[in-house]
């Protein structure tokens, strides 16, 4: 989840709604103990659907982000906004050369036996991500009778993207 200095709101915008002044409230909270980060996210993920630049650009960054947690995160939430900005991030995960990777859970009782949470590769959540967001004639893996997107998948998705790609990158700004 993103620092509250992180989850500020673009200064081009005259007013905030209802749901952007919530998402500061809720963000004021991160750190005190009494946080809901669900709903954090909830908010985040409509403040960026209701097509504010800042927080659809801190989720595209944390696309990139090295931190497993925090790039799983946003690929769900790019996956819930949608748009041509986040197809474009899913894509460039596509070639993400990280694999399986795994966090350990830390526990406040020592005594009590630990997890690891282990975290896809990002272009196989990437690959999951955008089969359900981009209307594209694709095979899913569960209609080929696969239970799991695999590496082929990954570059399926990858000739779909070289291909089509024009229609979904936005031109330069001056």
Do not use: H
């Given at each position: 989840?993103?620092?509250?200095?992180?989850?500020?709101?673009?200064?081009?915008?005259?007013?905030?709604?209802?749901?952007?002044?919530?998402?500061?409230?809720?963000?004021?909270?991160?750190?005190?103990?009494?946080?809901?980060?669900?709903?954090?996210?909830?908010?985040?993920?409509?403040?960026?659907?209701?097509?504010?630049?800042?927080?659809?650009?801190?989720?595209?960054?944390?696309?990139?982000?090295?931190?497993?947690?925090?790039?799983?995160?946003?690929?769900?939430?790019?996956?819930?906004?949608?748009?041509?900005?986040?197809?474009?991030?899913?894509?460039?995960?596509?070639?993400?050369?990280?694999?399986?990777?795994?966090?350990?859970?830390?526990?406040a009782n020592p005594s009590k036996r630990q997890d690891d949470v282990v975290f896809a590769p990002p272009r196989i959540e990437a690959a999951k991500a955008?089969?359900?967001?981009?209307?594209?004639?694709?095979?899913?893996?569960?209609?080929?009778?696969?239970?799991?997107?695999?590496?082929?998948?990954?570059?399926?998705?990858?000739?779909?993207?070289?291909?089509?790609?024009?229609?979904?990158?936005?031109?330069?700004?001056?």
């Amino acid at each position: 989840m993103l620092p509250f200095s992180e989850i500020a709101f673009s200064d081009e915008a005259p007013a905030e709604s209802p749901v952007q002044i919530q998402l500061r409230e809720e963000a004021g909270k991160i750190g005190s103990g009494s946080e809901n980060l669900q709903l954090i996210k909830n908010l985040r993920i409509e403040v960026a659907r209701m097509g504010d630049q800042a927080e659809r650009k801190r989720i595209r960054e944390a696309l990139r982000d090295g931190d497993p947690v925090r790039q799983y995160e946003a690929i769900i939430m790019a996956k819930a906004v949608r748009g041509s900005d986040m197809i474009c991030g899913l894509a460039e995960l596509l070639s993400d050369t990280n694999g399986y990777r795994s966090i350990s859970l830390a526990g406040a009782n020592p005594s009590k036996r630990q997890d690891d949470v282990v975290f896809a590769p990002p272009r196989i959540e990437a690959a999951k991500a955008l089969a359900e967001i981009v209307n594209a004639p694709l095979v899913s893996p569960s209609e080929k009778g696969k239970p799991i997107f695999s590496e082929e998948d990954v570059v399926m998705w990858k000739k779909w993207w070289d291909e089509n790609k024009q229609q979904y990158e936005q031109p330069a700004g001056p």
